[in-house]
């Protein structure tokens, strides 16, 4: 049996684009990525799931996202840690200097 084409709209959470992507049953995809922004392009109906989850109070701490070529990949990281430690201890200074 084969399965219908449709259009299915989808919305950007980080730009805001509409998109409307043919597909059949079987290769729905909820998420694709945007070609304007490469952000999460999300199916127009389950977008509201998405953006609830993004709405999280931020905790105290530190994140980093990384988008980067894999290539030298432990190097990037000890530098990104080197200066994750670097901050840390920069704020907990001024946090001592103000106490």
């Known amino acids: 049996i ?3 084409i449709q259009g299915i709209r989808y919305i950007c959470l980080v730009c805001s684009n ?3 992507i043919r597909c ?3 290769n729905y995809k909820e998420i694709n990525v945007c070609p304007n922004c490469n952000g999460a392009l999300v199916d127009i109906f389950k977008a509201a799931q998405y953006r609830k989850e993004n709405t999280k109070k931020p905790s105290n701490a530190l994140t980093v ?3 980067a070529n894999t290539d ?3 190097a990037k990281l000890r530098v990104i ?3 994750a430690k670097a901050l840390a201890d920069e704020l907990e200074e001024i946090d001592r200097s103000n106490a």
């Open 2 to 4: 084969m399965s219908v």
């Open 65 to 67: 996202n990384l988008d």
């Open 24 to 26: 059949s049953k079987e």
């Open 18 to 20: 509409e998109e409307t």
């Open 81 to 83: 840690s080197k200066h």
């Open 72 to 74: 030298n990949l432990s």
